[in-house]
């Protein structure tokens, strides 16, 4: 009888071992999922941190981003920033800034690639000479 209640109780603490490591396992590639989630945040994610970061930074407001790409090292923004406002807004001056992001979308570096009043047009990129 004994070997009876063994065996029964050997397999009841084998199904109970199963069912304690399945939730480990599952947790396990659950934080494996978070941690490159971490690695690499979403666009939306990665766009809201350049403008927050760039206005930390320069003291200005980011209004817009004119261009986005992701590269090799991270990411590559264009972002519009008010430098000094004006009345009527249409004289306000605005800033063109060359923004890079690494893969976890830290901000790298920036630099103002142009200036510009906010009620012009842009002659750059318009085909004509």
């Known amino acids: 009888m004994s ?13 109970s071992s199963r069912r304690t490591q399945k939730p480990q396992k599952s947790q396990e590639s659950q934080e494996s ?5 971490s690695r690499r945040p979403r666009p939306m ?14 003291g200005m407001t980011a209004e817009t981003v004119s261009s986005f790409e992701q590269t090799e090292e991270g990411w ?3 972002v519009e920033v008010l430098e000094l406002e004006r009345v009527p807004d249409t004289m306000s001056l605005m800033g063109s800034y060359q923004v890079e992001l690494d893969a976890e979308g830290q901000l790298t570096g920036y630099r103002r690639v142009r200036r510009y009043e906010r009620g012009r047009s842009d002659a750059r990129g318009s085909g004509g000479r």
């Open 45 to 58: 994610e990665v766009l809201r941190e350049a403008r927050a970061q760039l206005a930390e930074l320069t």
């Open 76 to 78: 590559a923004l264009e």
């Open 33 to 37: 999922q978070e941690s490159q989630a």
């Open 3 to 15: 070997n009876t209640n063994n065996t029964s109780e050997s397999q009841g603490s084998q199904q």
